[in-house]
């Protein structure tokens, strides 16, 4: 199993940025895949950013493509999501998680407990 603790959410201004963290306990985070994704009020969760256990070629949503970059650290067993240019409609809470093989199905056990963004316009 793993556990996700997300951190660096806060309030930023439009076309401000903001580096969100999400730690993972255990000593097998390298197996895993692992993503962002993101739920506002009233609005259905949205996958955000996704890479692999070994990294490679990230997915994004066309919403973000551009403005946010996906990594990870496996000797530090974290991963983050440098936000840049956000706009009023990136404002959610900000979920990690983390598979075996990739997370985005969206059907993965393991998430993190979110972290707030707000972007003031």
């Known amino acids: 199993q793993v556990q996700l603790v997300e951190s660096g959410g806060g309030l930023v201004q439009a076309g401000g940025s903001l580096r969100l963290s999400c730690a993972a306990s255990g000593r097998t985070f390298s197996s895993y895949a692992m993503g962002w994704f993101r739920q506002a009020p009233g609005k259905e969760r949205q996958t955000v950013a996704a890479i692999r256990r070994s990294g490679g070629t990230p997915y994004y949503a066309d919403s973000v493509k551009g403005r946010f970059t996906i990594s990870r650290d496996n000797a530090k067993n974290t991963m983050y999501l440098q936000m840049d240019s956000l706009k009023p409609e990136d404002a959610a809470v900000y979920y990690c998680?983390?598979?075996?093989?990739?997370?985005?199905?969206?059907?993965?056990?393991?998430w993190g407990q979110g972290t707030q963004v707000t972007v003031s316009s």
């Open positions: 998680a983390a598979d075996r093989i990739t997370v985005l199905h969206g059907t993965t056990n393991y």
